[in-house]
């Protein structure tokens, strides 16, 4: 996109009035999407984004500027810009020299989405309508999505980092209503990888709209669910999103910084039952939140931020890593070239445990079966959170019986990790999922085999 002499040009003279630090992020996108609703298509879009945002940063000030302009002029005004707003003058010169890092790319692409014709990609909404719609004729209403992008980054900064990545991702999403004498309900599905066209060579785009479906219908016979503290299992892959945002936000190093997480000085102490091991790894092939580099030109790593119940590690940033002296994780991330990079997860996930999740079923007589968890919120300073239950079921004399409807799972971060008790030996990815944090969205994945926790509050309607 930019060439190195433009970028050491652009870089030297963003520092000339003293700045210890610049950074130029540039990156060029291209997506395409189709929405399929009610029986048609309703739009087929496809759209370039391009640009690039320069930081500056002079002691404890960062200016920041960004421009869609990526020629050597357009650059250079933005650096000025950036450094305006940081300088705390000095003056002198500084030359940057900078070497590219190597090519890393976690993922092989076999087929360019960009390549594949639209009426492709359409027809997998029209298959997923036409399953959803078959399953059962409770089913009223079906809407369905496909997205992808190509996004092409290149970072280069003052310490000499020279960076260039390509991301590659492949969307699929689907929603079922259903119709009955209980009202109206909805079944989700969605599947989301780093990867080319060829994923739909393996995922079977029918048996996700069924799933949808199914969803939709088991809640018609649904009951509400119950109220009260009890013993709550969730299924493998459904309840990664609970460690994301209960305690994974709490292990991000700017959250640390600001004394606003629970986790603040814990570094070396007892935080989960032993049972538990939590990863944040960037380089998995094929999930939704990996990378090849950070979005500060860092190499992603694999990063066991608690271990056997002890926590090991923070996530960081290039930042404060580089000011508290240590190697960073590679997690500095951002939304897009219009935004500042900051802390956040890419893939979040608790290793095996040693259990059956036949064995945790049935060695619980009562309690709630958690087969999807929905969104949710975290206060990170206490680690409280709420999340909503799209698929539930009550566990009665150890096994799963009836469904569930219209609760809620509350409880508190720390308190969760330390009362998982069982953790079975069947791990699998969720859902791709977007971590908001600061007004920015990116794309995250999360994980876990099924494990119980021995008391979660359940909020529900139950009489």
Request: with cysteine.
């Amino acid at each position: 996109m930019i060439d190195a002499d433009v970028l050491e040009r652009v870089l030297a003279g963003a520092v000339r009035t003293g700045a210890d630090f610049a950074e130029v992020y540039a990156e060029d996108k291209s997506n395409t999407s189709a929405g399929f609703d009610d029986g048609r298509i309703e739009q087929v879009t496809s759209g370039r984004d391009r640009g690039a945002g320069i930081r500056v940063i002079a002691g404890d000030t960062t200016g920041f500027a960004h421009t869609a302009d990526l020629s050597e002029a357009g650059l250079v005004a933005a650096a000025s810009a950036a450094a305006a707003a940081a300088s705390q003058g000095g003056g002198g010169v500084r030359n940057v020299s900078l070497t590219q890092a190597p090519i890393h790319r976690p993922n092989t692409i076999v087929h360019l989405p960009e390549s594949i014709a639209k009426a492709r990609k359409v027809e997998l909404l029209q298959r997923m309508n036409e399953a959803a719609r078959s399953y059962g004729p409770e089913i009223v209403q079906v809407s369905a999505g496909y997205g992808d992008s190509l996004k092409r980054t290149l970072v280069a900064n003052t310490d000499g980092v020279f960076a260039t990545d390509e991301i590659i991702r492949t969307l699929l999403r689907i929603s079922a209503v259903a119709d009955g004498d209980s009202g109206m309900q909805t079944g989700y599905q969605s599947m989301g990888h780093t990867v080319g066209f060829e994923i739909f060579d393996t995922v079977d785009v029918e048996e996700l709209a069924r799933d949808a479906a199914r969803q939709a219908i088991t809640k018609l016979l649904a009951r509400p669910a119950p109220s009260g503290a009890m013993p709550v299992v969730i299924k493998n892959g459904s309840g990664g999103v609970l460690f994301h945002e209960a305690c994974g936000h709490g292990l991000e190093a700017d959250l640390v910084a600001k004394d606003s997480s629970v986790y603040a000085g814990k570094v070396g102490q007892l935080v989960a039952n032993p049972l538990v091991t939590l990863v944040d790894d960037g380089t998995m092939p094929g999930e939704w939140g990996t990378l090849g580099y950070d979005d500060e030109g860092h190499i992603t790593q694999r990063n066991t931020l608690i271990q056997d119940g002890v926590l090991t590690d923070y996530m960081w940033d290039h930042i404060r890593a580089r000011n508290a002296g240590r190697p960073g994780s590679g997690n500095g991330r951002r939304q897009s070239y219009q935004h500042l990079p900051m802390v956040r997860m890419t893939n979040t996930f608790v290793l095996n445990g040693p259990d059956t999740p036949e064995d945790i079923i049935s060695s619980t007589p009562n309690g709630v079966y958690v087969a999807k968890l929905g969104g949710g919120s975290v206060n990170t300073a206490t680690g409280d959170f709420v999340f909503g239950m799209t698929e539930a079921y009550l566990i009665e004399d150890g096994k799963i019986t009836e469904p569930l409807r219209e609760g809620n799972l509350i409880g508190n971060g720390p308190k969760v990790l330390r009362d998982i008790d069982m953790l079975a030996n069947d791990f699998a990815m969720g859902n791709p999922g977007t971590c908001g944090k600061d007004g920015q969205g990116v794309p995250v994945g999360d994980g876990q085999p099924t494990l119980r926790v021995k008391e979660l509050t359940i909020g529900g309607t139950a009489a």
